[in-house]
């Protein structure tokens, strides 16, 4: 099941990446892998889809130094832009039936972004923030600096009240 999952994905997943920026297959695979933590694909099945995709006129490559650097097309940016539009349909379907599981079960279990005790104000900020990280390996090294930066900040704020309320459970 699990491998038909990932290869029902890797369409969607490349045309994410590439909606990102130019990209070579071996770019692509390296991401998937990042990114997952556990999921490289092949060669044997990212090239034959980037083959798939530029034929149906969805990206496009150009060649530098025998590299294919691959790129979303404007036909490719706008099927790009409804995968995602749809993904997150499929995500908002998914968490719904996760409460539902819930209720029936009594589970307190819920994805990562999803904490029970946010307040709403913060739940889809949480879930941004989430969606954002993904794309960490694209900054530079001064947005990087950044980045750590306001999560340092971040964290010493969020410590410090933690901190507040051990005291008062005293």
Same mark, same amino acid.
């Given at each position: 099941m699990r491998g038909r999952m990932r290869r029902g994905l890797l369409k969607s997943y490349v045309m994410k990446l590439l909606a990102s920026g130019e990209k070579s297959g071996y770019d692509i695979m390296h991401t998937i892998k990042h990114e997952t933590g556990f999921w490289k694909p092949s060669a044997g099945s990212i090239y034959p889809l980037l083959q798939s995709l530029e034929e149906a006129g969805l990206i496009q $490559?150009?060649?530098?130094?025998? /590299?294919? &650097?691959?790129?979303?097309?404007?036909k490719g940016r706008s099927a790009a832009a409804q995968v995602t539009e749809a993904g997150e349909?499929?995500?908002?379907?998914?968490?719904?039936?996760?409460?539902?599981?819930?209720?029936?079960?009594?589970?307190?279990? $819920?994805?990562?972004?999803?904490? /029970?005790? &946010?307040?709403d104000s913060l739940r889809w900020r949480w879930k941004k923030l989430h969606r954002a990280l993904h794309h960490v390996q694209n900054l530079d090294?001064?947005?990087?600096?950044?980045?750590e930066s306001l999560l340092d900040e971040?964290?010493?704020?969020?410590?410090?009240?933690?901190?507040?309320?051990?005291?008062?459970e005293e």
């Open positions: $490559h150009r060649t530098e130094e025998r /590299k294919k &650097l691959y790129s979303l097309t404007e349909e499929v995500e908002e379907s998914i968490n719904r039936s996760i409460s539902v599981f819930n209720s029936v079960f009594g589970s307190e279990e $819920h994805p990562h972004w999803r904490h /029970k005790h &946010l307040p090294a001064d947005r990087v600096r950044q980045v971040l964290l010493e704020l969020l410590e410090a009240n933690k901190d507040g309320e051990d005291k008062r």
